[in-house]
Each structure stands twice: as C-alpha cells, then as structure tokens.
DNA sequence: TCTGTCCCTTTGTCCGACAAAGTTAGAGCG
DNA sequence: CGCTCTAACTTTGTCGGACAAAGGGACAGA
C-alpha cells in the first residue's frame, strides 16, 4: 500500500539559483525596469548576505538569460532580452535535436506566410523603405552568395517586423537562422538562384505596398518553393541540419 | 590616410565564457553528444587551466542555457536542451517586450492552426490515445478551472507532438505559455466555457482520427475564438500581457 | 539480501588577495 | 571660471586555499 504523501517536497535550491531568482523576479515583476542599474557585486553580497562568489554565479545565469547585462563600464543593470539572441539558443536546440529541413520547410512555410500577411496588412512607410533599402542592397550584391544570403536573411527579418507582431517576430527566427547557411549554398550552386531571389523580393515589397494579401502570399510561397528546389538539388529535405551548420548562427550571435 | 588594417581584432573574452564556448563548441558540432559525461570540476580546471571558480561561472551559463546539466549525483553531463526550459525564456521576453493579447492571438491563429493541419496528416495511434486520454482527464476536472486550464494546455501540446513538426512545437510554446494563464480566468468568469473547450476538444480529436482537415482547421479556429471572446469579457486584447501573468509561467518552467 | 559504517570524491560556499580597467575627486593651468 | 591631467578609489575578473555537506563505493554484519 503506497503511502499518502504527508509531506511536500522541500525547496532546496542553490544559494545562487536563490540570488538568481530573486533578482529575476524583480525584473519580471517589473520593479525593476529595463536600464535599471543592479547594484554592484559588493551590494549584492551585502543585500544577499552571500560570498562574491556565489553572487557571481547568479548574475551569470542571469546574463545568459538576457535579463541583465553589463555597460561599458561592466556595471550592471537590467536590460530587454534581444530577439536573435534568444532564437540562437533555439536553433542551437534545433540542431541537437536533429530536425529535419522538411520540419523547417514546413514551419517557414507557415510562418513567413503569416508574416506576410501581417506586413501586407500592417506595414508602415518607415518599413517599406527598409525593405527598399535592403532591396538596393540586394541587387548590388546579387552576384556574391554570401552577401545575398545575408541581405536575404534581413529582408525576411524586416518582412516579420512590418508585421508589427513581435510574437510572430520572435516565432519564425530560429527557422530561420537556420535557413540561413543553406541560401548561400544554393545560391552559389544554382545559376538563375540570385536573380530570382531578389526578384521575388521585389515582388513582394509590391504586394505590400499594394496591400495585396494574394500577392503576397503567393510570392512568400514561390520564394519558399524557389528555396526548396535549390535544396533538393544538393541535398534530401529529410536530412537533419547538420552539427556544421551551427557555426554560422553562432558567428550570428556574437554579433 | 587610413591606415591598413594590420591587425584583425583580437579576440578579448573572460577566461569564464572562454570555458563555456568552448564546452559549447564540442557539444554543438557533435564530439560530446547527449548524454555523454562532462568530467568533473577538478577535471576542467586541469583541462583549462584556470581556477574553480572561472570554470564554475562558465558552468554556469552552459546550465542556463540548457545544453549540460547535473543528474542526481550533481555530475556533470551534455543533454538536449527541454523546448518548455527554452520556450520560458522566451514567454519572460515576450512579457517584458509587452506584447499585447493580440498579436499573441494572432500568432496563436497561424501556429495552432498549422498545429492542427500536421497532427491530421501525420498523428500516430499512441499521437490519439494521449490525445483521448487528456480528453478524459479534461472531462473529470470540467468544473474546476485550474485544472481544466492546466489540460487544455497540455492538449495542444499534444496537439503540436502529433503534427510530428519539432520546429512548429517549439515555435508555438512561448506563445501557449502566455495564453495557459488566461484559459483558467475565463473559464472561471465565462459559465459554459468549461463545456465548450471539452467539446471542441472532442471535434479536435475526431477530425485528426477521420483525417478530416478542413474540420480540423475549422474547430482550432473556433476553439481560438472562443478564448477570444471570452477574454474580450474581462480584458481588451490590446492590453499588454503583464508581469503578474508570469508568475504562473515561472511555476511552469521549475516544474 | 539488506543495512549500517567508513572513506574518498565532488559540489556548494566562504575567505582573502591582487592586477587591470573604470570612476571620481582634486590639483594645476589657461 | 572652465579645462585637462593625475592620483586615489572602486569594481570586476581571476586566483589560491579552505571546509562542510552530500554522494558513491567498498565492506562488514544481521
């Protein structure tokens, strides 16, 4: 016969996961706002009544977090979690995981047409001429894969951003950091590959100045299709993202 | 005259996070897989050269982070990081970016939708049987809010395992993180809100087994604006999502 | 087979220390 | 008076050593 439980099992946490918590629920309580400064190390060790030491061990458990970082003067204070940040902490567990392109493929699929639609909706002259902006750029540079990776890669970021949906915003980013890599593989491989891209760019930035939801969907669609086919020419979309593949949204994130 | 670049930026990181990307780097490019033991502290201060307490704080980070964690002895050892572990973080963000009930509904919409339309196509027996299961579970606590909110949570959790899309699930839980708080108040606020989460709970789970899309798209929509428009009764959508709603969140992510 | 004991290892925490980098206050100068 | 430069002072990053508590393993005894 099983016993009943009589007795809750006891809080025991680390001194430091202590510190930790308390100064993160501040934080997200919003006593603490955004820019404010936390004390320093020594304050800490005077309000917590712990060694320097464990301090630390709090306060980096909190950086990794985003909660609070240091300023130039290394002091410390809190702060807004950045976007790209975290999602590299999601692709990164993307790629343990071993999820295949055909879950990614699947997922931008119906991320990237919900941002679409969100822009097309939504977007305001201020985003249309970042996109313009990033357009120019593209076509300057559509003959180097690298670089037309990583304009594709911002244009479809601000794409997200004309959405004004910041949930949506932050959804699509782990997916798509890992798209990234493969843009430039399949740019560089296929011919007519950066033509096409930025064309498709172009139409786009149309459909959303027209505020023409079909139009849009249908050319986030082709794009994705474009970006399928070139995949499929070099490699099987069940394949997982691969370990190397890492390097890049990890250079991504130091940036 | 500008000088010629002669020198590259040198590389100018704490000895703690040079521990901790470098640990990384092993587990990311797959040379310390899941699982696999980390040596002990003594072990790394040898390995890297530093003191105790600079591989602690690297430790530290790499534990937030999710990619090593300590097995009941507190040794050392790479792991998966856990989608909820991650997907918390980025609830807190959310919170703190002040995201609105809106572009949560929103982003839900697209998600839980395209949730819906893999677990149709791909759900596995064991996919509907714990499908089934929660349904029953949910029918016994129909009456009691926390609890039923608690089920509905975990439905489309299940939901979103079911489309077989790791990408999508992950991409969808900071979002259902932020709505699981909400459920319990309008169930409690709204009188045949209980009945009718359970009901189209029941829809749900018939249009996956008949493989019926359309009704599976169709009832997700209604469940979605059901929650809409109870929360409409107590709060405008375009209210951002508050602190205090984290606190159920945190609970979450310890458990 | 189970239990209690002893020993060794490991972790969590503490103390004190110091160099490097940043900050502040004050001296000196125009 | 306002500005610059320098000399304290503070803070962080790192180090060395220390110790109690808890876990793991081996071993003897019921």
Redesign the pocket.
């Given at each position: 016969m099983p016993l009943a439980p009589l007795f809750r099992p006891i809080d025991?946490?680390?001194?430091?996961?202590?510190v930790a918590d308390a100064i993160e629920r501040e934080i997200v309580n919003g006593r603490i706002k955004p820019g404010d400064p936390?004390?320093?190390?020594?304050?800490?060790?005077r309000q917590?009544?712990?060694?320097?030491?464990?301090?630390?061990?709090?306060?980096r458990v909190l950086e990794e977090g985003g909660l609070i970082s240091?300023?130039?003067?290394?002091?410390?204070h809190a702060c807004l979690p950045r976007y790209t940040k975290l999602a590299s902490r999601l692709s990164r567990a993307l790629v343990l995981h071993e999820v295949t392109f055909r879950e990614l493929y699947e997922a931008s699929m119906t991320l990237e047409v919900a941002s679409i639609e969100g822009a097309v909706e939504r977007a305001t002259e201020e985003n249309l001429s970042e996109l313009t902006d990033n357009l120019a750029r593209s076509e300057a540079v559509v003959g180097d894969p690298a670089m037309l990776a990583e304009c594709d890669a911002e244009f479809h970021v601000l794409v997200a951003k004309a959405s004004q949906n910041r949930v949506l915003q932050l959804a699509r980013e782990p997916a798509a950091q890992l798209f990234y890599p493969t843009t430039e593989m399949i740019v560089t491989g296929v011919a007519e590959g950066g033509p096409r891209l930025v064309a498709a760019h172009r139409h786009l930035i149309d459909a959303i100045r027209r505020r023409d939801r079909e139009a849009g969907v249908l050319w986030t669609r082709r794009h994705l299709q474009d970006w399928r086919r070139g995949f499929e020419k070099i490699a099987s979309l069940d394949r997982s993202v691969e370990h190397m593949y890492m390097e890049h949204a990890q250079a991504a994130r130091r940036r």
């Open positions: 025991v946490a680390p001194a430091y996961q202590k936390i004390g320093t190390e020594h304050d800490l060790v917590f009544g712990v060694n320097r030491s464990t301090i630390r061990e709090g306060i240091r300023d130039s003067s290394r002091r410390l």
